[in-house]
């Protein structure tokens, strides 16, 4: 059994995780953040790299420090059913309803649409996603080792090519950078944070701090202690690289604005720097690596969601759940990219609370002796404000009227609650509760929640 892992170990599943993490996301946000920032992107992409960097880092270090099995397992401390609930909806979230048709959206939009005819882009985005999801269908029923070793060579490669783009891009910009629009005119560090769960990178953390966690226990690392700094070095290596792309992505969407003009979406950005720079021959080899790269995400979404389900619904098959699961993503990702984007608002508004406050928790659990009413009040609290959250988000995403019951409710958290008119009305009651639950939680000896290790 070995006692410490070395620092090439630590570096090389530092570079598997941030192959994990690296997807369409990664790439869209951070240039529509530059277009939309402009001349206030400084404080836009610190917000940005809290939630799409730091918060991954806390929830790879959570998983470690919880000794869980899983998510499921962590977030039942609260209640089994709750951890079914939760670990569901994260799933999904970040498979079939909003990231793994994304991945397709994005692929169409940076590698094929600068191609397609004017008038044809829906009739396109439908023959591309028919074929692009019945290959995820096939390779999600039929998983190999292929699909893993070609993200391994397509991740660095990519990388390469975005790296060559952007030092290119920093050197010799497109043009100045460009006027905050509104939402960044006043705010920018709120809203670049708000922008930064769109990555739901934080969300996937959650699950893939067990891949890692796995990996170092397959050196033969056994100490609890070891484990974790390990997890924290790894994740340290993978977000410092995602940090560096982002901030290359984010300036070079500030200069593009007066030359490309302003997008509703970040996919024609990248796309657009290449041509500019390296002509139709950039153009192409762009959209060859990130059709490829956005392809073995999708697969992995795809095989991820369908254990996972086949795991709590034993009775239907793998098999059955992945032709379930490609079908719906395919049907989704024919929405569109701007309408998958606006649509996943409301439901990262509701799901990302409560998954910073359970790191929180995870966090603070052994002040508290792992009393399950401090899990119980803090992420009941935390969802009856972020439900409501979610539901205004989703009202005017609809451009329908807040439904009458929400508008008190809306009126005495904006009147009460700190921070809620920047989206984190959530977290000062949530610290609240924590502390004044922890306190007669130690004081009366309240029973630990279960699935403690």
């Known amino acids: 059994m070995k006692d410490k892992v070395s620092l090439s170990a630590y570096t090389a599943i530092g570079f598997m995780l941030f192959a994990l993490f690296f997807g369409a996301g990664n790439l869209i946000f951070p240039a529509q953040l530059g277009q939309y920032a402009g001349e206030n992107l400084w404080p836009a992409i610190i917000g940005f790299l809290i939630t799409g960097v730091g918060l991954p880092l806390l929830g790879v270090i959570a998983i470690a420090i919880s000794g869980s099995a899983n998510l499921q397992e962590l977030s039942s401390r609260v209640h089994p059913a709750y951890g079914i609930f939760f670990t569901a909806l994260l799933y999904l979230t970040i498979g079939p309803f909003f990231a ?52 391994k060579i397509l991740a660095p490669a990519l990388v390469l090519l975005l790296a060559v783009l952007l030092i290119v891009a920093f050197f010799n910009p497109m043009s100045a950078i460009g006027e905050a629009q509104e939402g960044y005119t006043s ?37 609890k202690g070891q484990i974790l700094s390990a997890a924290t070095k790894s994740g340290l290596v993978a977000i410092t690289l995602l940090g560096i792309i982002y901030l290359g992505i984010a300036y070079l969407g500030s200069t593009t604005v007066g030359t490309l003009g302003l997008f509703d979406n970040g996919g024609p950005v990248l796309s657009g720097a290449a041509s500019h720079y390296f002509g139709n021959v950039g153009s192409l080899l762009l959209a060859v690596m990130i059709i490829l790269a956005c392809l073995t995400t999708a697969i992995g979404l795809v095989t991820a969601n369908a254990e996972y389900f086949n795991t709590l619904f034993p009775k239907i098959s793998y098999k059955v759940l992945v032709v379930f699961f490609s079908t719906i993503t395919f049907i989704i990702a024919n929405f569109g990219l701007t309408n998958i984007i606006s649509f996943s608002i409301p439901v990262l508004m509701f799901l990302y609370p409560l998954a910073i406050v359970l790191m929180i928790l995870t966090f603070l659990s052994p002040l508290f002796n792992h009393a399950r009413i401090v899990y119980v009040a803090t992420i009941g609290v935390t969802f009856l404000i972020s439900i409501f ?54 004081v009366t000896g309240s029973p630990a929640a279960t699935n403690v290790n």
């Open 100 to 151: 793994a048709p994304r991945t397709g959206t994005v692929a169409y939009e940076v590698g094929i649409l600068p191609f397609v005819p004017e008038g044809s882009e829906q009739t396109g985005l439908l023959i591309f996603t028919l074929i692009f999801f019945a290959i995820t269908l096939v390779f999600s029923l039929y998983p190999a080792k292929l699909v893993n070793n070609v993200g």
């Open 187 to 223: 705010g920018a560090f709120v809203t670049g944070f708000l922008e930064g769960y769109n990555t739901m990178d934080a969300l996937a953390s959650l699950v893939f701090a067990i891949i890692v966690i796995n990996a170092i226990k397959a050196l033969g690392i056994k100490d």
């Open 389 to 442: 959250d979610g539901l205004k988000t989703l009202t005017g995403t609809l451009e329908i009227a807040d439904f009458a019951f929400m508008v008190p409710v809306l009126d005495f958290y904006e009147s009460f609650l700190p921070l809620y008119n920047e989206g984190l009305g959530w977290l000062v009651p949530a610290l609240v509760v924590i502390l004044i639950t922890g306190i007669i939680a130690r």
